[in-house]
């Protein structure tokens, strides 16, 4: 491992100013929420107009995908709440002694 | 020798060989440029092979060892796909790999990535057995190379799992071999539309150990943990050599054993959705690299027990795409350990202001993983969707990848680049990574592009090659198809953001996370000892009763084994050499009498 940390604030590269920059402003996230929400509205309604596949099971049904990756998504992340209250321990957890174990 | 003779060793001799063979030099390599030459040279002189072998189908190179005859090379168009992504692979972690100088890992990579080559060209059972464990004896020594107590330890329960794996092949051979008679893939039973895939009935005496054999190489769930287990505790370079050759091969052998078997679309379904749940919540993020390795690799498993032309070409495309797109993920987590000493995401954040073109690879990754349109992983995943949906009996696993897709998007599209390169600015300002990282990345991010942008240069090379061409030109890029997976991914990258600006998206906080492998490091540890009063009780009347018996037996044993006892105690040379002579001659008196 090679340590060549610099101090916060100094050195950032040209082409990350280039690359990123415009990630930084103050409305980002808004303007990212609107810009998914576009993208994705529009490929539902597209997909109405222009589909021309008979439904024939719930994945079929246009804009399903939309639903289900909103759906599916949340779900996966928020069931990390109670998943990583019942699953998470101490790093060192495997290298302690067992204390549930009877001696 | 003339160049006949040179062109002939080309086109007859399995590409892995090549690679083994620049293995042999490296611990001699001082210099970088030799070095660099055996690192690369290697697999570029096994593609020339395989570009100049002398067919596909037919046996090339055949040895007869012990009466068992060996088909040493005999490549046709499943392994081709493999061999080449194989190789393609070995030379981009040779070029990673240029910035250090470690001739155990140097070594013992190419002797992974030699033998996964040979692996995937050899045509019969027991040379597939001997490659394979190749790749596990080379492939401990990659945990093992950073050299603390912790990756020895995982070093040692990753070497219980690969040898377990070796074993239960082995037997099942054997089993196979002496009901059957027959080892040689292409013999063993009617093809697939004229290639020997899916050549085994599970039915036929030792496949269910096969399978489970290959099934813990592939980390089917429960057996998964080695995985997850040891990638994390490898050097920057070692967990790229890894993730790609282990579980892909073990991809190829369940296509070219197993595919059409109706368990495998369920075991590789379970093996998408399960790690999405464990991803979330691990701090460490070449450890939730590892678990969507996990999920990438239940597609593959899925799509080989469909085993419809499609399926089998959707299961070689995606092993192609996921080589390549999960060793630039590997790379760029390697790049941020090599720089910062760390992969914790509670310990990083910000990076992109001083390693941009780390940051801008990683995003290549994330977005072929993801099945971005345009990138690798939407051409490649798209069959195995498309294989499970023409299915109407398959609409629960459809939904199950489908669920797993939008997983993918989570943990590798987006937790890994965010939370590493962007998110909470951790303060730190690392370099940059070293030239010859960023051109590894370089290549692998260009050959995501380039199989996403052109996909007809992939799917030339998958198995089913007519199949592949009537999908390429009737349903990938048809305007549903795209439209589908664009609102399956916008609406779920709107979920995320959604989630976070609300403070739902659960932190990152440091910890173990709990998974299969508590069963034996606590679990079973646990239950013995819970196990040992009870029993210790009903023994204890018969240990009284036999006491007497038990004590001779014990002083006879320490009598000959212990350290000074009557084994441990020098003998002449000569009673030495009679008495192995005399043991030699009662082995003989049996063979013959036999």
Redesign the interface.
Known sequence: ?????????????P??V???GW?RGAGF?KK??LV??A??LA??V??VL????PV??P?SIP????????I???G??????P??RF?????D??ERP?R???P | MTIERIADILANTNPGFFILAAAMFMPFARGHVVRALLMVGGPVMGLVALINADGLGIDLSVATVFGIDLVLYRPDSLSFVFGLAFMIAAAICGVYSLHRRDPLQDTSAMVYAGAAVSAVFVGDLVSLFIAWELTAVASVFQVLARRSPESVRAAVRYLVFQVLSGMLLLAGICMFAAATGETRFAFIAPTLAGLPVGVMNIEAPGAVLILAGLGIKAAFPMVHSWLQDAYPRTTETGAVVLSAFTTKLAVYALARCFAGLDWLIWIGAVMTVFPVFFAVIENDLRKVLAYSLNNQVGFMVCAVGIGTQLAVNGAAAHAFAHIMYKALLFMSMGAVLYRTGTTRATDLGGLHRTMPWTTLFCLIGAASISAIPLFSGFVAKSMVMSASHADPGLFMVWIMLLFASAGVLEHSGIKIPFFAFFGHDSGRRPQEAPFNMLLAMGIAAGLCILVGLSPGWLYRFLPYEQAAREYLASELWTVSHVLQQVQLLAFAALAFVLLYRRRLYPPERPGVILDADWLWRRGCPRFLRHLSGPAGALIAPVRRQAGGALTGIGWVGRSVFSADGWVSRKFPLSATAISSLAILGLVLIAAVLA
């Open positions: 491992m090679s340590q060549k940390d610099e101090p916060a604030g100094n050195g950032e590269h082409v990350s280039l690359l990123y990630m996230q990212l929420v998914l929400m993208i994705g490929a539902v597209l997909e222009l589909s021309s596949k024939r099971d994945g804009g399903f995908q939309a639903f289900f990756g909103f599916a998504f949340g996966a992340v928020l069931s990390g709440w998943l990583g699953l998470r321990r101490r790093e957890y495997y067992d549930n174990t009877p």
